[in-house]
């Protein structure tokens, strides 16, 4: 470089350098002279004004979750939080007050519009917060988040130095829906931000809450942004939006026929699932009894009972010891047994034989449900009446116990489906005894999931392949639209 052109830069730079120091030294003499920031405009005397400069988080988007047709199943709308303005020097446009300096006709008129709020306490951080010459406060549980409309009843109330910051929250429209699988999220005031509480709102935080961003501005004593001082350190990345397999018309039916069944049985509870058998896709997913996500405040259960509740299935479990039969082979096709009651021992070889009734064997003698008895019928019949004795005549004579254990297994009970996001209980075999053998059979002795069961089911109505049952069907980037995850 020759020294003609360094000589050059040389004076490029003072000369940048220069023209920066005149314009900070016009800023000062400016405001020195005229008492208002040259950028801004703003007085500087203006009681409005303060110098405390504020570092803070700009929260990020929560994603959306949306069913199967884009219907929107959890969503993020604008809430308002109350904030009091204390500061005495603060008046309206008429030259009234325009600050709190009764603390107890504050609470008082607040508690008429808001009645799940705590009186006495509102009043008491009103009072601490003057005490302690603060500008403004927050006043907290109940006066938070609040919907539009309750905010638009508060400011028509008009009541001195009660003002508004607006926030989000999370919504959910047609809550309740799916409750204990979508869960619910809410603002966490250690993490300062929404996040996920329950279901897949908490299991999918990562993909749906974002990444939040840095700011610092200086900040007028009505606790606004003074224009021309704002500096974005970080700018936040919102959350992706996850797309469920769930179909919103089903779902809305089967929440529907949960709560008639709950009522017209006198029923604790009841479940429903709906699955696509040649996708795995599930459709619908309900349990009872249920809450109301836009407010969980009364959670009748945390446990996901189609995933994390074991429980003997019953006749159910019927199907698959004719499935085992059919496939191994052995399956005793337009033949006849004997239903009503079925006694057994066992012999040394450890085989179930079956004997008289009303012979001692020390065995608990079976039973078809309800007392019935059948008579002799074939073994189509017995599937068709769900004879318990049919099960037992097949896995004591046709069935043997290598192969309808292997099968258990194949068919996927008592092991994690692996169901993404979704939380599960493994269940247990239990087919050691003869007994435990036998009754396993119809559905008792072993306990398994729901969830489990109509993976095992999706074998027998799609020609023999089992699908993996699942929920999320792809989470995407909200604004470029690009699939992150597919499941």
């Known amino acids: 470089m020759s020294v003609k052109e360094t000589n050059r830069k040389i004076r490029a730079m003072l000369m ?10 016009a800023n000062i003499v400016y405001t ?3 008492h ?6 703003q007085d500087v005397l203006n009681s409005q004004i303060r110098s405390s400069i504020v570092n803070t988080s700009v929260e990020a988007s929560r994603g959306n979750i949306y069913d199967r047709n884009g219907n929107i199943i ?3 709308i604008p809430a308002y939080t109350i904030v009091a303005y204390l500061d005495d020097s603060l008046v309206d446009e008429n030259g009234d007050p325009d600050y709190v300096s009764d603390p107890e006709k504050t609470a008082r008129e607040l508690k008429k519009l808001l009645p799940d709020i705590d009186e006495k306490q509102v009043a008491e951080i009103l009072k601490k917060a003057i005490r302690n010459e603060q500008m403004q406060t927050e006043l907290g549980t109940g006066t938070k988040r609040l919907d539009k409309s309750v905010m638009e009843e508060i400011r028509k109330a008009n009541i001195p130095g009660i003002g508004f910051v607006e926030a989000t929250k999370r919504e959910y ?6 409750s204990n699988l979508i869960g619910f999220a809410a603002y966490d005031e250690d993490e300062q931000k929404i996040a996920g509480k329950l279901g897949l709102e908490e299991s999918l935080d990562d993909y749906l809450s974002g990444e939040d961003g840095r700011i610092q501005y200086q900040q007028m004593v009505d606790g606004s942004l003074l224009p021309g001082t704002l500096n974005v350190y970080k700018e936040a ?24 069944t709950i009522a017209q049985n006198n029923a604790q509870s009841a479940w429903a699932i709906v699955v696509e058998c040649e996708t795995g896709k599930i459709l619908a997913w309900g349990s009872y009894p249920t809450f109301d996500q836009n407010h969980p405040t009364e959670i009748p259960t945390y446990q996901n009972a189609l995933s994390q509740m074991n429980l003997e299935p019953g006749s159910v479990m019927k199907p698959f010891v004719y499935a085992t039969a059919i496939d191994t082979g052995v399956y005793p096709a337009g033949q006849s047994y004997t239903a009503g009651s079925f006694t057994y021992t066992q012999n040394g070889a450890g085989k179930i034989i079956r004997v008289a009734n009303g012979t001692d064997t ?8 309800l007392g019935e008895n059948f008579g002799v019928i074939t073994f189509e019949q017995g599937l068709a009446f769900s004879s318990n004795i049919a099960i037992c005549e097949l896995l004591a004579n046709y069935v043997n116990y290598d192969q309808f254990s292997s099968y258990l297994d194949k068919f996927g009970f008592y092991q994690y489906v692996d169901i993404p996001f979704v939380p599960e209980q493994q269940g247990v075999k239990n087919i050691q005894s ?10 008792q002795a072993s306990s398994l999931t729901i969830l489990q069961l109509v993976q095992a089911y999706t074998a027998i109505f799609n020609d023999g392949k089992m699908m993996k049952p699942y929920v999320v069907d792809e989470i995407v980037n909200p604004h470029t639209n690009q699939v992150v995850e597919k499941y």
Not at 16 to 25: P, R
Not at 364 to 369: G, H, L, R, S
Not at 434 to 440: G, M
């Open 16 to 25: 940048v350098m220069i023209v920066s120091a005149i314009l900070v030294s």
């Open 32 to 34: 020195m002279t005229t």
């Open 36 to 41: 208002h920031h040259l950028w801004s405009g």
């Open 74 to 76: 959890a969503q993020e």
């Open 173 to 178: 429209p047609s809550s309740p829906f799916a």
């Open 237 to 260: 990345v919102d959350g992706d939006d996850v797309i469920l397999t769930i179909d919103s018309n089903l779902q809305s039916i089967v929440e529907t026929q949960l709560q008639a």
């Open 362 to 369: 020390g065995y608990p003698v079976i039973n078809d449900a």
């Open 434 to 443: 003869a007994s435990d053998y036998l009754s396993t059979g119809f559905g």
